[in-house]
T-cell receptor
Framework: GNSVTQMEGPVTLSEEAFLTINCTYTATGYPSLFWYVQYPGEGLQLLLKATKADDKGSNKGFEATYRKETTSFHLEKGSVQVSDSAVYFCALTGGSYIPTFGRGTSLIVHP | NAGVTQTPKFQVLKTGQSMTLQCAQDMNHEYMSWYRQDPGMGLRLIHYSVGAGITDQGEVPNGYNVSRSTTEDFPLRLLSAAPSQTSVYFC?????????????FGPGTRLLVL
Protein backbone atom coordinates (compact mmCIF):
# COMPACT_ATOMS: atom_id res chain seq x y z
CA GLY A 1 0.00 0.00 0.00
CA ASN A 2 0.87 3.66 -0.05
CA SER A 3 3.01 5.21 2.67
CA VAL A 4 4.66 8.54 3.47
CA THR A 5 7.67 8.98 5.71
CA GLN A 6 8.75 12.39 6.90
CA MET A 7 11.44 13.46 9.29
CA GLU A 8 10.56 13.58 12.93
CA GLY A 9 10.53 16.88 14.70
CA PRO A 10 10.54 19.23 16.21
CA VAL A 11 12.78 21.16 13.87
CA THR A 12 14.03 24.25 15.67
CA LEU A 13 15.56 27.11 13.68
CA SER A 14 16.48 30.73 14.10
CA GLU A 15 14.75 33.32 11.97
CA GLU A 16 16.22 33.62 8.43
CA ALA A 17 17.71 30.10 8.55
CA PHE A 18 17.33 27.64 5.66
CA LEU A 19 14.67 24.97 6.08
CA THR A 20 14.50 21.45 4.73
CA ILE A 21 11.90 18.91 5.80
CA ASN A 22 12.44 15.52 4.20
CA CYS A 23 9.60 13.45 2.78
CA THR A 24 9.83 10.12 0.97
CA TYR A 25 6.99 7.97 -0.26
CA THR A 26 5.97 4.54 -1.47
CA ALA A 27 3.11 4.34 -3.93
CA THR A 28 1.85 2.45 -6.94
CA GLY A 29 1.53 4.26 -10.22
CA TYR A 30 2.01 8.02 -10.45
CA PRO A 31 0.80 9.70 -7.28
CA SER A 32 0.08 13.38 -6.72
CA LEU A 33 2.13 14.85 -3.86
CA PHE A 34 1.13 17.53 -1.39
CA TRP A 35 2.43 19.56 1.51
CA TYR A 36 -0.15 20.77 4.02
CA VAL A 37 0.48 23.19 6.89
CA GLN A 38 -1.33 23.33 10.22
CA TYR A 39 -1.00 26.51 12.26
CA PRO A 40 -1.70 26.28 16.01
CA GLY A 41 -5.36 25.71 16.78
CA GLU A 42 -6.37 25.40 13.12
CA GLY A 43 -7.13 22.75 10.53
CA LEU A 44 -4.73 21.74 7.78
CA GLN A 45 -4.49 23.83 4.64
CA LEU A 46 -2.74 23.19 1.36
CA LEU A 47 0.72 24.72 1.10
CA LEU A 48 1.76 23.36 -2.30
CA LYS A 49 1.39 20.37 -4.57
CA ALA A 50 2.88 18.62 -7.59
CA THR A 51 1.05 16.19 -9.82
CA LYS A 52 3.77 14.70 -12.02
CA ALA A 53 7.45 13.86 -11.94
CA ASP A 54 9.87 16.83 -12.00
CA ASP A 55 7.08 19.31 -11.22
CA LYS A 56 7.98 21.95 -8.65
CA GLY A 57 5.27 23.22 -6.33
CA SER A 58 5.79 26.60 -4.70
CA ASN A 59 3.91 28.97 -2.41
CA LYS A 60 4.80 31.62 0.20
CA GLY A 61 8.54 31.06 -0.41
CA PHE A 62 8.28 27.29 0.12
CA GLU A 63 9.24 24.88 -2.66
CA ALA A 64 9.20 21.13 -3.22
CA THR A 65 10.18 19.13 -6.32
CA TYR A 66 8.58 15.80 -7.24
CA ARG A 67 11.51 13.41 -7.63
CA LYS A 68 10.33 10.08 -8.96
CA GLU A 69 13.81 8.55 -9.12
CA THR A 70 14.32 9.05 -5.38
CA THR A 71 10.59 8.90 -4.46
CA SER A 72 10.97 12.16 -2.56
CA PHE A 73 9.21 15.49 -2.15
CA HIS A 74 11.35 17.49 0.25
CA LEU A 75 10.07 20.86 1.47
CA GLU A 76 12.49 23.81 1.42
CA LYS A 77 12.47 27.49 2.26
CA GLY A 78 15.42 29.80 1.96
CA SER A 79 14.70 32.06 4.93
CA VAL A 80 12.15 31.10 7.58
CA GLN A 81 10.16 33.53 9.68
CA VAL A 82 8.64 33.19 13.14
CA SER A 83 5.23 33.10 11.45
CA ASP A 84 6.24 29.84 9.69
CA SER A 85 6.09 28.01 13.02
CA ALA A 86 3.56 25.25 12.40
CA VAL A 87 3.20 21.53 11.74
CA TYR A 88 3.90 20.41 8.17
CA PHE A 89 2.37 17.28 6.65
CA CYS A 90 3.52 15.53 3.51
CA ALA A 91 0.76 13.59 1.73
CA LEU A 92 0.04 11.69 -1.46
CA THR A 93 -2.90 10.44 -3.45
CA GLY A 94 -2.15 7.56 -5.76
CA GLY A 95 -3.84 4.36 -6.81
CA SER A 96 -6.55 4.77 -4.19
CA TYR A 97 -8.40 8.08 -3.96
CA ILE A 98 -7.89 8.01 -0.20
CA PRO A 99 -5.04 10.38 0.71
CA THR A 100 -2.09 9.06 2.71
CA PHE A 101 -0.47 11.43 5.20
CA GLY A 102 2.88 11.46 6.93
CA ARG A 103 2.94 11.93 10.70
CA GLY A 104 3.75 15.62 10.50
CA THR A 105 6.86 17.63 11.38
CA SER A 106 6.69 20.44 13.88
CA LEU A 107 8.71 23.55 12.98
CA ILE A 108 9.63 26.09 15.66
CA VAL A 109 11.28 29.32 14.53
CA HIS A 110 12.90 31.54 17.16
CA PRO A 111 13.43 35.30 16.66
CA ASN B 1 -17.97 30.08 0.21
CA ALA B 2 -17.75 29.05 3.86
CA GLY B 3 -15.66 26.00 2.89
CA VAL B 4 -15.79 23.19 5.46
CA THR B 5 -17.53 24.02 8.71
CA GLN B 6 -17.56 21.98 11.90
CA THR B 7 -19.62 22.29 15.07
CA PRO B 8 -19.11 22.38 17.95
CA LYS B 9 -15.59 23.79 18.38
CA PHE B 10 -15.22 22.29 21.86
CA GLN B 11 -17.11 19.61 23.72
CA VAL B 12 -16.79 17.88 27.08
CA LEU B 13 -18.57 14.55 27.51
CA LYS B 14 -18.89 12.03 30.26
CA THR B 15 -18.06 8.38 29.61
CA GLY B 16 -21.05 6.65 28.02
CA GLN B 17 -22.67 9.76 26.60
CA SER B 18 -23.40 10.00 22.89
CA MET B 19 -23.04 12.96 20.60
CA THR B 20 -22.86 13.99 16.97
CA LEU B 21 -20.09 16.09 15.47
CA GLN B 22 -21.43 18.10 12.57
CA CYS B 23 -19.61 18.73 9.30
CA ALA B 24 -20.81 20.60 6.26
CA GLN B 25 -19.23 21.81 3.01
CA ASP B 26 -20.60 24.17 0.38
CA MET B 27 -18.22 23.30 -2.47
CA ASN B 28 -20.22 20.39 -3.91
CA HIS B 29 -17.37 18.00 -3.15
CA GLU B 30 -18.01 14.30 -3.63
CA TYR B 31 -15.42 12.98 -1.20
CA MET B 32 -15.67 13.68 2.53
CA SER B 33 -13.80 12.18 5.43
CA TRP B 34 -13.26 12.29 9.19
CA TYR B 35 -9.87 12.16 10.91
CA ARG B 36 -8.75 12.20 14.48
CA GLN B 37 -5.47 13.82 15.49
CA ASP B 38 -3.62 12.71 18.59
CA PRO B 39 -0.14 13.78 19.76
CA GLY B 40 2.56 11.77 18.02
CA MET B 41 0.01 9.85 15.92
CA GLY B 42 -0.51 12.19 13.02
CA LEU B 43 -3.90 12.02 11.31
CA ARG B 44 -5.87 8.78 11.41
CA LEU B 45 -8.80 8.19 9.08
CA ILE B 46 -12.04 7.21 10.83
CA HIS B 47 -14.64 7.04 8.03
CA TYR B 48 -15.01 8.40 4.54
CA SER B 49 -17.65 8.85 1.86
CA VAL B 50 -17.42 9.10 -1.93
CA GLY B 51 -20.92 10.47 -2.36
CA ALA B 52 -24.40 10.69 -0.88
CA GLY B 53 -25.53 7.32 0.42
CA ILE B 54 -22.03 5.78 0.29
CA THR B 55 -19.76 5.46 3.34
CA ASP B 56 -16.87 3.23 4.28
CA GLN B 57 -14.54 2.56 7.18
CA GLY B 58 -11.09 4.00 7.54
CA GLU B 59 -8.24 3.01 9.80
CA VAL B 60 -9.92 3.52 13.21
CA PRO B 61 -13.72 3.18 12.80
CA ASN B 62 -14.62 1.45 16.07
CA GLY B 63 -16.94 3.48 18.28
CA TYR B 64 -17.98 5.85 15.48
CA ASN B 65 -20.84 5.89 12.96
CA VAL B 66 -21.39 8.09 9.94
CA SER B 67 -24.08 8.70 7.36
CA ARG B 68 -24.21 10.78 4.17
CA SER B 69 -27.76 11.65 3.23
CA THR B 70 -26.77 14.77 1.25
CA THR B 71 -23.67 15.91 -0.63
CA GLU B 72 -23.18 18.75 1.85
CA ASP B 73 -23.35 17.04 5.25
CA PHE B 74 -21.30 14.27 6.84
CA PRO B 75 -22.00 13.92 10.57
CA LEU B 76 -19.89 11.73 12.86
CA ARG B 77 -21.66 9.99 15.74
CA LEU B 78 -20.03 8.77 18.91
CA LEU B 79 -22.32 6.05 20.20
CA SER B 80 -20.97 5.69 23.76
CA ALA B 81 -18.05 8.00 24.46
CA ALA B 82 -14.89 6.62 26.04
CA PRO B 83 -11.82 8.48 27.38
CA SER B 84 -9.80 6.97 24.50
CA GLN B 85 -11.90 9.11 22.14
CA THR B 86 -10.48 12.31 23.62
CA SER B 87 -8.93 13.90 20.55
CA VAL B 88 -9.18 16.63 17.97
CA TYR B 89 -11.49 15.70 15.11
CA PHE B 90 -11.16 17.09 11.61
CA CYS B 91 -13.59 16.84 8.74
CA UNK B 92 -12.24 17.21 5.21
CA UNK B 93 -13.60 17.23 1.67
CA UNK B 94 -12.18 17.14 -1.81
CA UNK B 95 -13.61 17.37 -5.30
CA UNK B 96 -14.25 14.06 -7.02
CA UNK B 97 -12.34 10.90 -6.29
CA UNK B 98 -9.38 11.61 -8.52
CA UNK B 99 -5.84 11.80 -7.27
CA UNK B 100 -5.07 15.43 -7.96
CA UNK B 101 -7.72 17.02 -5.79
CA UNK B 102 -6.72 19.12 -2.80
CA UNK B 103 -8.33 18.29 0.53
CA UNK B 104 -10.05 21.12 2.38
CA PHE B 105 -10.14 20.80 6.15
CA GLY B 106 -12.51 22.20 8.73
CA PRO B 107 -11.22 24.02 11.82
CA GLY B 108 -11.62 20.98 14.07
CA THR B 109 -13.65 19.89 17.08
CA ARG B 110 -11.77 19.43 20.33
CA LEU B 111 -13.39 16.66 22.38
CA LEU B 112 -12.65 15.75 25.98
CA VAL B 113 -14.21 12.60 27.42
CA LEU B 114 -14.11 12.35 31.21
Amino acid sequence: GNSVTQMEGPVTLSEEAFLTINCTYTATGYPSLFWYVQYPGEGLQLLLKATKADDKGSNKGFEATYRKETTSFHLEKGSVQVSDSAVYFCALTGGSYIPTFGRGTSLIVHP
Amino acid sequence: NAGVTQTPKFQVLKTGQSMTLQCAQDMNHEYMSWYRQDPGMGLRLIHYSVGAGITDQGEVPNGYNVSRSTTEDFPLRLLSAAPSQTSVYFCASKPGTGGQGTQYFGPGTRLLVL
